[in-house]
């Protein structure tokens, strides 16, 4: 069969009671039918797997509760990986995850093991950030900030009892309107991450350009008030008037001095001693800051360097996995060397299609992903240091026009410190030092002046580049949603379509379904309305929701963009009071329209009542249980 990407596969459930598997049953693809008595444990055999999968608000039995963990070997696109998840009444457990079967899982120290909380952070992947990116599915945002998780997800991919009257999702404690339509645009395909991208930039950008204005605008309320003028080429002209003039009172004042000598005395020597230590301090501490700001420089290259290898093994893993997956579809029927024919093996034997050697397990795509993942660990981590590294580079860097003037400055001032001076010109001298030092302050605050224009010029130069980023951004966000409602109008037409077909091969109980023309659905209202009509009786509504997740999963049949990932779990096929009869009709109906599939994909139904033509090995999985042998063998 096809793969359509993502699909998840459930291949083996083990739960553990010390160290003790109390229940053990294997599924495969296709139609998988869990059978047994009422209250014999099968609704529990489907909460295990949804809780292992990420689900919460599980409403455990108590026989549940007395075990430790339960383990769950999964395919994700066809790639064996085994979870693992502690049994608690506590929320938000984290998910331990082996890249590999579950054989090999449950030989491996629990070294080999990676743990993922339910909450992502700033260093750490959530599970459902590890499982998405094994799946090739992006991040969706729900409600808020927040980030849709697995839980949310399996609220529409497992129908439990509990939420008999909920036609769509599985009843949540948490529950918005706006959560429900961003779960069933993301599973639906409609939701476009890249969208979601333009989106989420579109606020930061809209956020700076918030906060640039702001600082302009109190800085204009500011200059208005002392009537400054911000020009920066007035001020590179005034400071240049201003150097060249005291450079011209320093040589009269150099000349004034060299005219006569006198006595140094005590308090002399001590200030020249002090401004000499002051002009040390000044040198060593603007050659430490550009010794830092060098070696700052150093390390952000490297790390430059680094993120740019991490993002080429990302591209090498891709490019190594696509090739794979083309080249081991080439078959050959003669050999390109001597033309004789190649002989043909058994199909349940994978070798390789020209030399015949023996193919190795698949854990290779498994180390893959493993491989991927940690690199992008590595890669969100590097970047989030460079980023700190080059903040801290930019405030030295600022920092080091300063210290060049401080250090200008002393130099003068001890200059004129250790210069002699005669006493009849004192008076001249006094006051060139007075017009130096006039100068002095001058330039001071002209080049204070220079920094703050340089400081509004950026500030400006950065509106108008955000200015001109939310144009662009709004101009793809409307192209994307435009798109979005296309494809959203085709997969509502599809599930609508088998939905109707589906409801019409149901018994002849409600008049509604007999006829389905008209079949209307709601994400966010998580409402199913048939020719008009939302109410039916407790039967009709089993029907109505099976049937519908049902045309879900038949349309991500039929529609690769979507990201249902081709699972689908039912309980409590005879709810509602339904008559023997009709509880086996919608059975068959279900199997009937699994056998139409020409894509992987994997449905597991719980019944206490099956079908006679249904009960075969080809779909039953597992033992039946009953009283005396429940699902969870604890004695």
């Not at 994700?76 to 079967?101: C, F, H, S």
């Not at 008559?579 to 109906?589: F, K, V």
């Amino acid at each position: 069969m096809t793969l359509y990407k993502p699909t998840l596969i459930i291949s083996e459930l083990v739960v553990v009671k010390d160290n003790r598997d109390v229940l053990r049953t294997k599924f495969h693809k296709g139609l998988n039918i869990v059978s047994g008595h009422n209250s014999s444990g099968k609704t529990t055999t489907l909460d295990f797997i949804a809780h292992t999968l990420g689900a919460e608000d599980i409403p455990w039995k108590k026989e549940a509760l007395l075990c430790d963990c339960s383990l769950l070997e999964v395919l994700l696109n066809d790639v064996p990986v085994t979870l693992r998840r502690d049994i608690d009444e506590a929320q938000m457990k984290p998910l331990y995850i082996y890249w590999g079967p579950l054989e090999s899982a449950r030989q491996a120290p629990f070294s080999s093991w990676e743990v993922y909380p339910f909450r992502r952070s700033s260093n750490k992947l959530s599970f459902t950030q590890s499982l998405l990116l094994a799946l090739d599915m992006p991040e969706a945002q729900g409600d808020g900030a927040s980030n849709l998780t697995m839980h949310q997800f399996l609220r529409v991919i497992y129908a439990d009892q509990p939420s008999l009257h909920s036609p769509i999702f599985r009843i949540d404690s948490f529950d918005s309107a706006l959560t429900r339509a961003t779960v069933g645009d993301y599973l639906s395909g409609v939701y476009d991450d890249r969208l979601y991208s333009a989106q989420l930039k579109k606020r930061e950008v809209e956020k700076s350009l918030s906060a640039a204005e702001a600082e302009l605008r109190s800085i204009f309320i500011v200059l208005s008030k002392s009537q400054q003028d911000v020009n920066i080429e007035f001020f590179g002209q005034q400071i240049l008037d201003a150097e060249r003039r005291r450079n011209a009172l320093q040589i009269e004042f150099d000349r004034l001095r060299s005219e006569r000598t006198i006595e140094e005395d005590k308090k002399r020597k001590n200030n020249e001693g002090a401004s000499r230590a002051a002009l040390d301090a000044a040198k060593k501490a603007l050659a430490a800051t550009l010794d830092e700001v060098a070696r700052q420089e150093a390390e952000i290259e490297d790390s430059r360097q680094f993120i740019s290898e991490i993002s080429s093994r990302l591209n090498s893993l891709d490019e190594s996995e696509t090739t794979r997956g083309y080249l081991s579809g080439l078959t050959f029927n003669f050999c390109p060397c001597c033309l004789s024919p190649v002989q043909a093996t058994a199909p349940e034997t994978p070798t390789c299609s020209l030399c015949k050697t023996a193919l190795g397990s698949p854990t290779g795509e498994a180390q893959l992903l493993r491989m991927r993942n940690e690199l992008r660990v590595q890669l969100k981590e590097s970047t989030g240091l460079l980023g700190t590294k080059e903040q801290s580079i930019a405030k030295l860097r600022l920092a080091v026009p300063g210290l060049r003037q401080e250090l200008r400055r002393l130099e003068r001032r001890y200059a004129e410190l250790t210069q002699s001076w005669t006493s009849e010109i004192e008076q001249a001298i006094e006051r060139t030092l007075r017009e130096l030092g006039g100068l002095d302050q001058e330039i001071r605050s002209l080049y204070e002046n220079q920094k703050l224009a340089s400081v509004i010029k950026t500030l400006q130069e950065k509106r108008d580049q955000l200015h001109f980023e939310i144009i662009e951004l709004n101009s793809t966000i409307e192209a994307l949603v435009l798109a979005q409602d296309v494809r959203k109008r085709d997969v509502q037409l599809t599930i609508a379509e088998a939905a109707s077909r589906l409801l019409k091969l149901d018994m002849y109980r409600q008049e509604e379904f007999r006829t389905a023309d008209n079949i209307q659905f709601s994400f966010s209202d998580n409402q199913v309305t048939v020719d008009g009509v939302s109410r039916f009786s407790e039967s009709s509504t089993v029907v109505l929701r099976h049937l519908f997740h049902l045309a879900v999963l038949t349309a991500s049949t039929k529609i690769p963009e979507m990201r249902f990932p081709r699972l689908l779990i039912l309980d409590g096929i005879e709810d509602g009071g339904m008559e023997l009869p009709r509880a086996h009709r919608l059975q068959e109906i279900i199997a009937a329209e699994c056998k139409s599939y020409k894509v992987d994909y994997q449905l597991i139904m719980a019944t206490s009542q099956i079908a006679p033509s249904l009960n075969r090995d080809e779909f039953v999985v597992g033992r039946q249980y009953t009283e005396e042998e429940r699902a969870i063998s604890i004695h």
